[in-house]
């Protein structure tokens, strides 16, 4: 058992020992328990564990709120350059916004679907987080090509594919094109799946209930929507979209 060292005016860091923290219910008996009221360059006071002064507690926390905003020069994932950041919450270490999308694409042949791998929303279309923005992967591999989407345009799959994000396979058009396309190729949803206002199903939990053998009422129970509901699916009158 270490014996009592008294440290009281002595510096650690930013800090100076001041008296023991005799509030806390071990007060001087075991020296690794006793706790030392400190106040650091900056005027707070904090209780700092005699064991970690001048290891792990150089202040009262303002040193590393302070060198944490700070650029800090990290290396790129997507380009293996070094940069500086002054981000410390980023999932994956990055330089730009081409870099990346990089990470979530994976690359074919130029004439197949390129999926986004990482995130993606319930319709299936790839998203991320980039400096604290959201964005939507096939936007961002279609601007990074082909240059910038004009306001108030989508950009949209020829290929109908929504996690693509091949720049081939992308085009811009208006939403109401877009419209006119899923009809032709018969993946239109109107007022139907997910997309319909108050519909409790996923696209996803659809595919379960039209393979499934159990009753429709059990189905109903199990998702928590009318028996009706299960029989306009299996009847083919809703949700015919969903294969
Ligand atoms: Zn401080
Ligand atoms: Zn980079
Ligand atoms: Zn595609």
């Not at 290891?55 to 303002?62: A, D, E, F, I, L």
């Not at 040193?63 to 999932?91: A, N, Q, V």
């Not at 999926?115 to 319709?123: I, N, Y």
């Not at 998702?223 to 294969?243: A, E, L, M, S």
Request: net charge positive.
């Amino acid at each position: 058992m270490p014996a009592f060292k008294d440290i009281t005016g002595l510096r650690f860091g930013r800090l100076t020992a001041l008296k023991v923290d005799d509030s806390l219910p071990h007060g001087r008996l075991v020296n690794k328990k006793i706790k030392w009221i400190c106040e650091c360059d900056c005027g707070n006071r904090k209780s700092v564990a005699a064991s970690s002064l001048g290891r792990m507690t150089k202040s009262c926390g303002c040193y590393r709120s302070e060198t944490s905003k700070l650029p800090r020069e990290r290396i790129c994932l997507g380009c293996g350059k070094k940069f500086k950041t002054r981000t410390t919450k980023i999932d994956y270490v990055v330089c730009s916004l081409s870099c990346r999308i990089k990470l979530g694409i994976k690359k074919k042949s130029q004439s197949e679907c390129w999926p986004w791998v990482h995130l993606q929303d319930k319709d299936g279309y790839g998203e991320f987080w980039f400096s604290g923005k959201k964005y939507r992967a096939h936007r961002v591999a279609f601007a990074i090509e082909k240059g910038g989407i004009p306001h108030g345009k989508g950009v949209l799959h020829s290929c109908d594919n929504p996690p693509c994000c091949n720049p081939d396979h992308l085009y811009i058009g208006t939403v109401v094109e877009n419209t006119a396309d899923m009809d032709r190729r018969g993946r239109r949803v109107v007022l139907r799946g997910e997309d319909a206002g108050g519909s409790k199903l996923t696209e996803s939990q659809v595919k379960i209930i039209k393979k499934s053998n159990l009753s429709a009422r059990k189905l109903a129970a199990r998702f928590g929507v009318k028996d009706q509901c299960i029989y306009k699916i299996r009847q083919g009158v809703n949700w015919t979209h969903v294969p």
